[in-house]
T-cell receptor, first 113, second 117 residues
Framework: KNQVEQSPQSLIILEGKNCTLQ??????????LRWYKQDTGRGPVSLTI?????NTKSNRRYTATLDADTKQSSLHITASQLSDSASYIC????????????FGTGTQLKVEL | EAGVAQSPRYKIIEKRQSVAFWCNPI?????LYWYQQILGQGPKLLIQ????????DSQLPKDRFSAERLKGVDSTLKIQPAKLEDSAVYLC???????????????FGAGSRLTVL
């Protein structure tokens, strides 16, 4: 059964600090992995996508890594801001027709002053 | 470009009543999804449409949930009768057709929050 597990479940950090969110998956055959940010009361918004051949990808203060061998991904947030407070959801896509996606339960991040 | 539109944003009903949610996807997006997101959990796929045909409805509780996309554009999701455990946010998302470049980039609406009392 395809699964995506994220850790930690929740996290509180001070503004300006860095943090790393983890995602482990057992989706097969793997196509790509995407991190979404979901603000409270809003729908998820895509931050970055990782394909099988990519190890690291950065988008402003977000850096995602992918280790396809160990089936792990991380999302590193640098110099956190209050606006980073949100749920971060890891979504893994399987190859094949129909665009099959498996969602993680998300990491709830809170950035405080 | 306009995003995915959903309505209503909030709905409170009593158990055993019925409710309907509406979604207007991004223009040109052939694939439309309905997800159920219970508080503290990730979205769970209820149904996926490709144009006006159903691709996957394996997790849709068909005894009480129904969805349609008659003209391959707008979609409605109905719950009748509602149960307490149906309290959740119902997210609509759309994407290009599988096989198209960027097909697995889902654009989500803001969601419809349902509270069943």
């Amino acid at each position: 059964k395809n699964q995506v597990e994220q850790s930690p479940q929740s996290l509180i950090i001070l503004e300006g600090k860095n943090c790393t969110l983890q995602c482990n998956y057992t989706v097969s055959p793997f196509s790509n992995l995407r991190w979404y940010k979901q603000d409270t009361g809003r729908g998820p918004v895509s931050l970055t996508i990782m394909t099988f051949s990519e190890n690291t990808k950065s988008n402003r203060r977000y850096t995602a890594t992918l280790d396809a061998d160990t089936k792990q991904s991380s999302l590193h947030i640098t110099a956190s801001q209050l606006s980073d407070s949100a749920s971060y959801i890891c979504v893994v896509s399987a190859k094949g027709g129909g665009n099959k996606l498996t969602f993680g339960t998300g990491t709830q991040l809170k950035v405080e002053l | 470009e306009a995003g995915v539109a959903q309505s209503p944003r909030y709905k409170i009903i009593e158990k055993r009543q019925s409710v309907a949610f509406w979604c207007n996807p991004i223009s040109g997006h052939a694939t439309l999804y309905w997800y159920q997101q219970i508080l503290g959990q990730g979205p769970k796929l209820l149904i996926q449409f490709q144009n006006n045909g159903v691709v996957d409805d394996s997790q849709l509780p068909k005894d009480r949930f129904s969805a349609e996309r008659l003209k391959g554009v707008d979609s409605t999701l109905k719950i009748q009768p509602a149960k307490l455990e149906d309290s959740a946010v119902y997210l609509c998302a759309s994407s290009l057709a599988p096989g198209d470049a960027g097909a697995n980039v889902l654009t989500f609406g803001a969601g419809s929050r349902l509270t069943v009392l």
